[in-house]
């Protein structure tokens, strides 16, 4: 069974701080990763991809991939109230299908 | 806006109802899918169309029944359904299977009684 797997949370963390959430996969023959974010009682929404090893930075958000270790992680700096959110790790892998993680209840507190 | 909606947003029904989900996306897509989101579980795909031939069937009940009439409209047809399948369906739609990134409509949320 091909899994992705994050602690279900909720993770809180103060205004202005930095969030770290957390991934991991089974899947050696994953290449892409995703990082979609869902409010409550909404769809999720594509936020950050990463594709290659290392660092990837969107304005707050920064994906980091290490595929020799099956992990991803998505960091929120300056973290905001609306910024709390579940945050799903999903993996593309090799039969091209996405597989999603559980999700990571993020809570930003004033 | 995804550019994805879906129909009914909300749905209550009996075992032994029929009813239908529809999903249309305005994004001239060629690959649809469906997903169960469920309380406490990841998010599990059910079906994938492309160009409405059906890809994948990932394994789920038959009491589930997916139709694509065309490109831009996907179908899931319910009956005889169980408690358990209570859950949130979402479709989503991507320029082709296989195309990484996918756009959610709202989702339909179904509680069966």
């Known amino acids: 069974q091909k899994e992705v797997e994050q602690n279900s949370g909720p993770l809180s963390v103060p205004e202005g701080a930095i969030a770290s959430l957390n991934c991991t996969y089974s899947?050696?023959?994953?290449?892409?990763f995703f990082w979609y974010r869902q409010y409550s009682g909404k769809s999720p929404e594509l936020i950050m991809s990463i594709y290659s090893n290392g660092d990837k930075e969107d304005g707050r958000f920064t994906a980091q991939l290490n595929k020799a270790s099956q992990y991803v992680s998505l960091l929120i700096r300056d973290s905001q109230p609306s910024d709390s959110a579940t945050y799903l790790c999903?993996?593309?892998?090799?039969?091209?299908?996405?597989?999603f993680g559980g999700g990571t209840r993020l809570m930003v507190k004033p | 806006e995804t550019g994805v909606t879906q129909t009914p947003r909300h749905l209550v029904m009996g075992m032994t109802n029929k009813k239908s989900l529809k999903c249309e996306q305005h994004l001239g897509h060629n690959a649809m899918y469906w997903y169960k989101q469920s309380a406490k579980k990841p998010l599990e795909l059910m079906f994938v169309?492309?160009?409405?031939?059906?890809?994948e069937n990932n394994s789920v009940p038959s009491r589930f029944s997916p139709e694509c009439p065309n490109s831009s409209h996907l179908f899931l047809h319910l009956h005889t359904l169980q408690p358990e399948d209570s859950a949130l369906y979402l479709c989503?739609?991507?320029?082709?299977?296989?195309?990484?990134?996918?756009?959610f409509g709202p989702g339909t949320r179904l509680l069966v009684l």
């Open positions: 999903a993996a593309y892998n090799a039969g091209n299908m996405l597989t």
């Open positions: 989503a739609s991507s320029q082709r299977p296989g195309e990484e990134t996918q756009y």
């Open positions: 169309y492309s160009l409405e031939e059906r890809v």
């Open positions: 899947d050696r023959g994953s290449q892409s």
